[in-house]
């Protein structure tokens, strides 16, 4: 796959890359516009839109990281972002879990400056590391993302739940013939309160 290019110094001057706020809210329906373009996932971006209110309060999260880079009031690349606390040490890391670039866009730098931004952000945030996976055929984010950090064979599951509304879509090749979330007997789960440690 070819570098993701920088784009001419004209581009450069046109083209603008800013983290969304609570007031983003209209920039954040184009970023999921986007995403439902580019990843041809309409039903997962586009018909159950988040209410006015739960945008604000997402958009307004110092953990949450909305990107987007606009163009003449086009939103041609975004990319979302979650900061994990960890348990093990006082650190934190930062996961891109969404990027995307309008084909007429792609190969100009975008999707590396949007990633440069977020690291950018997550040192100002003082996180351990950003990470970002990328499906086995995607070659062209491979290479991206090769060309940046180093690779790390991970296997990525989802655990259905029980509750429908929740779960993730069940995949052809692991659930033949069944759309049903599967009963995995569990019932509920308990948050340890103080004083239910084991002596």
Not at 5 to 19: D, F, G, H, V, W
Not at 118 to 140: K, M, P, S, Y
Request: glycine share 8%.
């Amino acid at each position: 796959m070819a570098a993701d290019l920088a784009p001419p110094q004209n581009e450069r001057s046109l083209l603008k890359i800013r983290r969304l706020g609570p007031a983003d809210r209209g920039a954040a329906h184009a970023l999921l516009d986007l995403f439902a373009d580019v990843f041809g996932e309409p039903d997962t971006y586009s018909c159950a839109r988040p209410s006015d209110d739960y945008l604000e309060r997402l958009l307004a999260r110092e953990t949450f990281i909305a990107l987007i880079a606009e163009t003449e009031g086009r939103v041609v690349g975004g990319l979302v972002a979650y900061v994990l606390d960890k348990l093990e040490q006082t650190r934190s890391e930062v996961y891109i879990y969404d990027l995307a670039v309008a084909d007429d866009f792609r190969r100009r730098g975008i999707a590396t400056a949007l990633i440069r931004h977020t690291q950018a952000i997550a040192t100002e945030l003082g996180a351990w590391v950003v990470f970002v996976q990328a499906d086995r055929t995607d070659n062209a984010a491979i290479a991206l993302y090769a060309g940046l950090g180093q690779r790390e064979d991970v296997l990525h599951f989802d655990l259905p739940l029980n509750n429908p509304r929740n779960a993730p879509p069940s995949h052809p090749d692991t659930n033949p013939g069944h759309t049903d979330v599967p009963n995995t007997g569990v019932i509920g789960i308990k948050r340890s309160e103080p004083g239910d440690e084991t002596p």
